[in-house]
Each structure stands twice: as structure tokens, then as C-alpha cells.
């Protein structure tokens, strides 16, 4: 049975007893004086052995979390006005570890879940806890449908339905955000103001996360309403478009980063709904006619053009969706999965696709 894993990004509460910062600040000030020194000068001992595991080399200018081992971490989901959860942290000042509160994360940790580590750190005066959780789902064997996902320049995600067509846009407004900071980031960087800078920066990040997430999780949910396989394109082949790319303005608005991001959130979300996953290369899925498999004309950028099917304004970015989608059908008796579409397939050749993957896949 695969296991979903799941990190869970929980912040503090802001409001903590001054016995309980002290406490915490000196468990995690010794932790960094015992990295750099190998002196110890009170930690607890189970955070001072994870500490030997996991940070063979140590960097002179950063700062490491304190890292919990799992058996000795307790979360309690007891809301109340201040906080959502109660974790209990072992500390060497405070015999019996130190309760801390955290504020509601992002989604809820569900409660069958394995903790499996904690990560507990400080950013700009503020305290977090990374928990860690893992899951046994087992994963669906048929689907229904397939949704293809092309991750582009113009739009971050487009999926499309086999069963249905319904296409779907998304990440314009994520575009619409970078652009956005970008331009102030410029503006504000010629006047050095480098801490509005930072700030905008940490800002811009949160927004095109949120976005990220939102994307990720719509896809997931229609998968889960219409019972389908998610087909993602390889991202590798991104980064090969991105040098081809001329021109600052298109660079700015590609990150390699952000496409890993949505693919791994994508992934992290499908496990845990025990939807199947397949990645497959996006060689030539924008080149080729989603319905005849022919070359096809790409003079406007974002349109696709096929003198064969006589499509005029096919849009790009679908077309290539579309492509992905079905190349995914060549492999899934591979990984053992079945998908009957209870509908009459989208009139293509479905094996000229193919023939044309394994052809692909010999290269
Ligand atoms: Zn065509």
C-alpha cells in the first residue's frame, strides 16, 4: 500500500509565557552553539542525537531546527480561541516537555495519521513547527477519466477531461502577481530600499504559494468527483524551453521552481485521496495535432494551428493537454491501472499516439 506523505507548515502562537520562550529559545540557541562548537551546553538528549543524525555538515551562517524525534512529540487537536493544536516539545529546561500552541494550518492534520518527524524553527522572530505525517492509502485501480495537465508560460496549469473535454485555465492571475512585485521589486530596488525589498519578496511568495495550492487542489478535486487518473507533463522538458526563451520578460515570468511546487503538491494531494499519478514526457505534445497527430503551425503564440483538421484557433496550451493525457494511455496497463470512459472517445488515433510514444521512448 503506497504511503502519502504530507508536511503540515503550523505556526506558534505569538502570545507564549515568558517561561515557555525562555525555554524554547535556550533549546534552540544550545542546538545551534552545539552544531558550530560541538559544546554542549544543555539540550535535550534525544534533540542532541536527531541533531548528530541529520546535520553531518554544518554551515557557519545558518541556523538548523530543532528536530523531534516522533515518539516524543504529542499533538493534541484541542481548539480553543488562541490556538488549534497543542504540541508538547521536549526540552531540557522543562521536565515532561514544554505544551506550545499552534494556529489552524493550511488544512487540518488529519487525526489517523502517523507523525512521523517535527521540525520546529525561528524566522523573523516568529516560531514554526514542520510535522511531518504519513499515511497508508491504498491507491484505485479503476478510473473513469483522465485529466491531462500541460504546465506552460501563459497559463502555470490547463487540464483538460477525457470524458467530458472540459478544459480549464489556471495560474493567470499568478502571472498577474509576479508581474506585479516584480515591477514594484525594481522600482524600489533602484531607490535600495533592501528591507521592502526582502519583505515584498517573502510576500510575493505567500500569494504565488496560495495560488499554487488552490491550482493543485482543484485538479485533485475533480479527480476525486469524476473518478480520474492525473496525467502530468514531465517538467524536465520545461527547463529545455525556458533557455530557448528570449527575452527577460518571459524568463521572469517561468520558474522551474513553481512547476516543481504544483507538481509535487499535485502528487501530495492525489496520495492522499489514493489517486493514481503518471508523469510522462511533454516531448512534442505541443507540436502535435491533439486529433490527427500531424505536425501543426504555431505562427501566434498560445494558438495551435492543423491545416489536416482545418483548426484555426485551437488553444495552445489544451492542445498540448490533450496530448498528454492520451500518451498516458499507452502506459497504464503498465502500472496496473484500468480506465473505461464511460463515454465515446474524442474521435483520435489513439494508436498512431502510441506508436508514436514507443518510438519516442526508444530515443
Ligand atoms: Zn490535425
Known amino acids: 500500500m503506497p504511503l502519502a506523505k504530507k508536511c503540515y507548515h503550523c505556526r506558534v502562537i505569538e502570545d507564549l509565557t515568558n517561561t515557555k520562550l525562555v525555554a524554547l529559545e535556550q533549546e534552540y540557541n544550545n542546538l545551534q552553539h552545539y552544531l558550530q562548537t560541538k559544546e554542549d551546553l544543555g539540550l535535550y538528549s534525544a534533540n542532541k542525537q536527531q541533531a548528530d543524525r541529520f546535520y553531518k555538515i554544518v554551515k557557519k551562517t545558518s541556523r538548523y531546527p530543532i528536530s523531534i524525534r516522533n515518539d516524543l512529540i504529542r499533538i493534541e487537536h484541542n481548539p480553543n480561541t488562541i490556538a488549534e493544536y497543542w ?57 473513469q477519466n483522465v485529466i491531462g495537465v500541460d504546465m506552460g508560460i501563459r497559463h502555470i496549469a490547463t487540464s483538460v477531461e477525457l470524458a467530458n473535454d472540459l478544459t480549464k485555465f489556471y495560474g493567470k492571475n499568478l502571472n498577474h502577481v509576479r508581474g506585479h512585485y516584480f515591477w514594484l521589486r525594481r522600482k524600489l530596488g533602484i531607490k535600495k530600499a533592501i528591507d521592502t525589498v526582502k519583505k515584498i519578496g517573502s510576500h510575493e511568495k505567500r500569494i504565488a504559494n496560495d495560488i499554487i495550492h488552490n491550482i493543485s487542489r482543484d485538479i485533485v478535486n475533480r479527480a476525486i468527483e469524476t473518478n480520474a487518473l492525473i496525467v502530468l507533463g514531465d517538467i524536465k522538458h520545461l527547463r529545455r524551453r525556458r533557455q ?5 520578460k518571459f524568463n521572469r515570468k517561468l520558474s522551474g521552481f513553481q512547476y516543481y511546487k504544483l507538481t509535487q503538491y499535485i502528487k501530495y494531494k492525489a496520495a492522499l485521496a489514493g489517486i493514481k499519478v503518471i508523469q510522462v514526457s511533454e516531448r512534442w505534445t505541443s507540436q502535435y495535432c491533439r486529433k490527427c497527430n500531424r505536425k501543426g ?34 502506459y497504464i496497463s503498465k502500472v496496473g491501472v484500468t480506465v473505461k470512459i464511460p463515454r465515446t472517445f474524442p474521435s483520435v488515433d489513439r494508436n498512431a499516439m502510441m506508436r508514436k510514444e514507443a ?4 530515443q
Open 87 to 143: 504540541v508538547r516539545i521536549p526540552v531540557k529546561l522543562v521536565r515532561g516537555g514544554l505544551w506550545i500552541g499552534l494556529i489552524k494550518p493550511y488544512e487540518p492534520i488529519p487525526k489517523d495519521a502517523k507523525i512521523c518527524e517535527c521540525k520546529l524553527y525561528k524566522r523573523d522572530n516568529r516560531w514554526f513547527l514542520d510535522v511531518v505525517v504519513e499515511k497508508e492509502i491504498p491507491e484505485k485501480l479503476q478510473y
Open 359 to 362: 518510438t519516442d521512448f526508444n
Open 297 to 330: 503551425i504555431r505562427k501566434i503564440q498560445g494558438l495551435f494551428q492543423c491545416k489536416k483538421c482545418n483548426v484555426r484557433s485551437e488553444n495552445a496550451d489544451r492542445n498540448a493537454a490533450f496530448n498528454i493525457a492520451y500518451r498516458a494511455l499507452g
Open 244 to 248: 530557448n526563451t528570449k527575452g527577460r
